[in-house]
DNA sequence: GTATTTTGTTTAGCGTCGGCACAAAGTCAG
DNA sequence: CTGACTTTGTGCCGACGCTAAACAAAATAC
């Protein structure tokens, strides 16, 4: 009875990013009938991957017989997932749906040999593995820089202290064998960009979710990334490298950047410029975020905050009208310290973007704060899970 | 032998794309058996779509059974395609692999009134439908100016004396039933922007051809256009609006813009921008382009009109720096004037783009002229032909 | 309690494609 | 010229993945 291998990877998508809570559901959204519906969810189930509650569901209103409920199954497979950042970094599990299972963080190390923090990230992976008992299917890890393809090499971890180059990829799948992760005994690991990896987890799982075109536009403790998911696929262009958005002129007399040029997104609109604007003297590297993110969340009604708010949501607005004008996204998300500053004023960054863009003035795109804690953490882990959608049945060579 | 449905789209668009010139290479890009691959060419032929030639080809060099070779069929179906422009229009008649069967144009028309122009260049389509005695499977139409989707409306027609948000979609399908266009019965009437159009034709037939993800940037009589291919199709934005490029910033003491900025690539790297930076006197608008590409390609020789192009390839580097950095394209194609200006020099734009983009220094990305006449002409036919590409059985039924 | 609606399951059947065998049409070596 | 080899085209069969249709199950509506 092997029914619905076609459309295995498709149901089980649905299921992943939440949109498929009954077989019924399941039926419409594929487009098969109920026959194939029922076969597939019954395969899914017996690959270990999904879990189907037949009880007497609570009914809700409606008529008819009422729905058997599909979940992802909660003691299945796993991914492994880090993230790597400037104080420090953080491993999980993560199973189907986002849902983080564990998860450790080794902060405060400051991550200057990429090879050696990486093996110690992928040993605490390893630990938590056999602390669980969990199977692992891939791993996924998230490093704040571009990332080069098709090498997989950092190309500017410039808060890290790491060479520009690093060929991380190479040393996260070197980590992975040297750690003996059972399961991921052939070359299963991905390497990306932190805010890409952020958006395409929000776009599963967040905010994002429903968008065609999600445009992300988030800072860290310094610069500001951005990223586009396009028909639910990351787009990072033919080498990895879209979506530099750090270097979008937003201040033609502002402060000079190392690009070269002035006034850049990156020396503008980033938790520093944020903190300077306000008056306030910057602590260490690794915490300005957090810094900025808290006097923005706690002293809104300063003046001196205030107006460093508004002059930020003006230099970020005119960097996203920008945006808007070459990708026309229909929804926007934002992170870091532009969530917060989303999040103190909502519509003024909305105003701002219509009034600069070319044709924002009826309506505009909406921009919401991110949703999701750990986003980058979740999106590394579905760069690991993507194999897993495209085929399920990978999981029985595992 | 109903073999080889599901195929059947993939396969027609390798022949129309010219990529697939024998069942032996359709085998092989279709990733199917030569069993497969034979049907789906025998139920192509039968829908008259292409052509196969059996007789004994003149063998070139390699070893075995010489392959029968497909072609488009030259006597097939077309589409009807017609383009507005700021000094008349042009109608033909598209067949399948971008050959343009029959044309006419009407120059010196000043198109005032959108539904009279329509209505005219229609009725010269019809009239080529008639002379030839072809079935037409559809029709395409491409306007110099956004075009808003899902109804299609020309929000800024500003060199053609059309009312902004004229639904130029709804006209012409308006125009189409009004001429009795065989085989037009229903709404099957595509709408577009020629540069974008005229990007979808580079990749499908032109100097695109092969990359996935294409970038072209081309000027008209006044201002700058620009277009998206990703993965084979058009990026047009969730509300079609993406791409308008002409208002990235790029010499921030520059001209002022219609848009309330200053120095924006619309009025600092168009034919006017050329004409006066040579110290020429621009003639009538419907003659910008032809007066500065015809400069440029003749009197490159005069320092002032060298230093004229220095300057515009200098600005234009700039503007499409920022869009490699945003959106990482693996090959440019350049329009209009700026067709004419990397043909004059074409080390100078990829030095200059590659200096000013993050990641160009190791490389750089190819930046080629355009190869096709009349390519937003062919791009609205390939609007036209889509339905058909994606299911070539439509033909039955229409 | 019966009719209606919606969902899940079983069975039969069909269409599409892969695998295989064989034929056809060329090159290459002698 | 002949035979071995290589590559392409085609006919046949079976497997796989789906639809269609009938039936069973579980709720609501009257």
């Given amino acids: 009875m092997e029914r619905g291998r076609g459309a295995l990877g498709p149901a089980l998508e649905l299921v992943h990013t939440g949109r498929a809570p009954t077989r019924a559901v399941l039926t419409s959204e594929l487009g098969v009938t109920r026959a194939t519906a029922g076969a597939v969810a019954a395969e899914l189930e017996a690959l270990g991957l999904i879990t189907v509650d037949s009880r007497p569901t609570a009914s809700a209103g409606s008529q008819g017989r009422p729905s058997h409920r ?12 880090a993230q790597i950042h400037a104080d420090g970094y953080r491993v999980a599990l993560v199973g189907l749906g986002g849902r983080i299972v564990a998860t450790t963080s080794g902060c405060g190390t400051i991550p200057a040999d990429p090879a050696h923090v990486l093996a110690e990230a992928v040993a605490e992976g390893a630990a938590l593995l056999r602390e669980t008992g969990r199977r692992c299917l891939g791993a996924g890890l998230a490093v704040p820089s571009a990332v080069a393809e098709p090498d997989g090499e950092a190309l500017n971890p410039l808060h890290l202290a790491w060479p520009a180059g690093a060929p991380v990829r190479a040393l996260f799948l070197r980590a992975l064998a040297d750690a003996g992760i059972p399961g991921v005994t052939e070359a299963i690991g991905f ?88 008056g306030r003297t910057p602590g260490p ?23 460093a708010a508004d002059l930020l949501i003006d230099r970020l607005g005119l960097g996203i009208a920008g945006l808007v004008n070459i990708l026309n996204p229909d929804r926007i998300i934002l992170g870091g310290l532009h969530r917060a500053l989303v999040e103190a004023d909502p519509e003024r960054l909305r105003a701002v973007v219509a009034d600069r863009s070319l044709w924002g003035r009826s309506g505009g795109v ?18 690991a899970w993507q194999p897993v959608l495209d085929d399920p049945l990978v999981v029985v060579e595992r």
């Fill in 70 to 81: 599909l979940f992802v199954d909660e003691h299945g497979p796993v991914v492994l997932a």
């Fill in 191 to 278: 390497t990306g960009n932190d805010v890409n990896l952020g958006a395409l987890a929000e776009h599963r799982h967040g905010a994002g979710r429903g968008a065609r075109d999600l445009l992300c536009v988030a800072s860290g403790h310094r610069g500001v990334g951005g990223a586009l998911v396009l028909d639910g696929r990351l787009h990072s262009g033919s080498s990895g490298l879209a979506l530099e958005v750090g270097h979008l002129t937003v201040n033609p007399e502002g402060a000079p950047c190392h690009c070269g040029s002035r006034g850049c997104l990156d020396v503008e609109a980033d938790p520093l410029a944020f903190l300077a604007a306000a």
């Fill in 285 to 307: 590297e690794g915490s300005l975020l957090h810094q900025a993110a808290d006097l923005l969340r706690n002293d809104y009604a300063d003046p001196g905050v205030r107006a």
């Fill in 366 to 383: 909406p921009i919401l704060p991110c949703s999701l804690d750990h986003n980058s953490l979740v999106g590394a882990a579905e760069l």
